[in-house]
């Protein structure tokens, strides 16, 4: 019943605008303060991969980007199902006749909405300050912000139904989301690190997403886009079929 998908999405994006101030907003006001922070410390300090060479501040922001879209989508679902388990209204989701991977991938398609949307804020309040800055390729960024959106959306639901408070949420963003960040490549090249922190951020998912997204609108790479779209989509249908499970699992539907 896609009617019933679609009218669950709406229910979600018009859940994230009553709390527009705190779910767009306050990611906007981290990556002011991020770029504060490396503008000065940076200075004029370039980095380049052989082909491409862009100012330090831009290689950051646009990581930062990146790294708002992963969080975005990830805490969209998650939250939400976590606050329904605690109210009660869970039950709401068994009841309803719709398949559990659509009841999935209309609070996915609802992350990626809420991921869409801070990222444009971000862009529209900030772009006036940083250099260089253009699109390189529209297939890669297109593709780059829709599957981040889709498949942290859907990482994000499958943990939503998994996680019984938020306590575990809590562990979860911050001793896997954060760090798996950190080793992304969103602040530094990856071939800076030494040998084998190197070889592991290439198994990293979250440096994949940041890296197709760096290139579409710089045209520089850690890693060849075409290898991280393919890893991307890996790890989107991987995340599927998790998300799948897991609906399906705690709803029985």
């Known amino acids: 019943m896609m009617t019933g998908m679609w009218a669950l999405y709406a229910r979600e994006v018009k ?9 767009v907003f306050s990611p906007i006001v981290s990556v002011a303060l991020y770029l504060g922070v490396f503008g000065v410390v940076a200075g004029g300090r370039t980095i380049t991969d052989g082909a491409h060479s862009l100012p330090y501040i831009t290689f950051v922001y646009v990581g930062l980007l990146g790294m708002m879209m992963v969080n975005s989508s990830f805490s969209n679902p998650s939250f939400a199902l976590i606050i329904s388990k605690n109210v ?9 006749p719709i398949k559990a991977w659509k009841i999935g991938v209309a609070y996915a398609l609802a992350a990626l909405t809420r991921g869409f949307l801070t990222l444009l804020v971000a862009v529209l309040a900030t772009v006036w300050f940083i ?7 529209w297939p890669y960024l297109i593709a780059g912000i829709g599957l981040t959106g889709i498949e ?5 639901v499958s943990f939503g139904f998994w996680a019984k408070n938020f306590e575990t949420l809590t562990f979860m963003t911050t001793f896997v989301m954060q ?7 969103v602040f530094y090249p990856i071939s800076t ?32 886009p075409f290898i991280s779209l393919v890893v991307v989509i890996g790890v989107s249908a ?16």
């Open 131 to 137: 250099p260089g800055l253009g699109i390189h390729s």
């Open 238 to 253: 991987l995340f599927f079929g998790i998300m799948q499970f897991v609906t399906r699992k705690n709803l029985r539907v």
């Open 193 to 224: 690190l030494p040998g084998k922190w190197a070889v592991l951020s290439q198994f990293n998912p979250i440096h994949h997403n940041i890296n197709i997204i760096r290139y579409a609108v710089t045209g520089y790479s850690d890693t060849n």
């Open 15 to 23: 859940r994230f605008q009553k709390i527009i101030l705190d779910t």
């Open 152 to 156: 942290f959306g859907m990482l994000g």
């Open 179 to 185: 760090p798996m960040i950190f080793l992304a490549g």
């Open 88 to 96: 009660g209204n869970i039950i709401d989701l068994q009841l309803v």
